[in-house]
């Protein structure tokens, strides 16, 4: 099952986070407090793909700070050995602003071809913001089938359902291998 406190945590340091007019180094508590946070919720997803995707070859990876946290963190799954920077991947982006999740299939800044079509979801009048600073960051419009989940109605089922149907079509894709196999 998946921790909500983990959830939680991330929920909060992206508040605080959004209110700092300062980087955050992965070494400051409010950082090593986040990555622990991610390392959670990043066993728990593993857990769930485990147990329901004995067959499917996958990596989850969390956004991590060199040497400062990433405006909008995220955890990721990608099939196949593949990095998140190559292939699609079903990803957790938390809000910048700390308000909720929003999780699904997305495509990297750097896949500029492929059939699948994102929503644009800078169109609607009210979402969850998960732009970062620079182009490789902005991930509010790169998710296929995105769902939004507020911090005030977290729920972990929802997270697993869409989960699910995300892997399925994720298994079903072709990915590049990634030149360090």
């Not at 991610?38 to 070859?57: A, H, M, P, T, W």
């Not at 989960?163 to 990915?175: A, C, G, I």
Request: hydrophobic share 35%; charged share 25%; net charge positive.
């Amino acid at each position: 099952m998946i921790n909500p406190k983990n959830f939680n945590d991330v929920f909060r340091f992206s508040k605080i986070y959004s209110r700092s007019k300062t980087a955050i180094s992965v070494n400051e508590p409010w950082g090593v407090f986040a990555t622990q946070a991610l390392e959670g919720i990043k066993r728990d997803l593993k857990s769930i793909v485990l147990n329901k995707y004995d067959s499917f070859k996958f990596n989850i990876s969390n956004s991590q700070g060199r040497p400062s946290m990433p405006r909008v963190s995220w955890v990721a799954i990608t099939g196949n050995r593949t990095r998140v920077s190559l292939a699609p991947s079903y990803t957790i982006c938390f809000g910048k602003n700390g308000d909720g999740i929003v999780h699904g299939l997305m495509l990297p800044a750097t896949l500029n071809f492929t059939p699948l079509k994102p929503l644009e979801r800078t169109a609607l009048t009210k979402f969850i913001d998960i732009d970062g600073p620079n182009a490789e960051s902005k991930y509010n419009n790169r998710f296929i089938n995105p769902k939004e989940i507020p911090s005030t109605d977290f729920d972990e089922f929802m997270i697993i359902d869409h989960l699910s149907n995300s892997l399925e079509n994720l298994n079903s894709l072709e990915y590049p291998k990634d030149s360090n196999d």
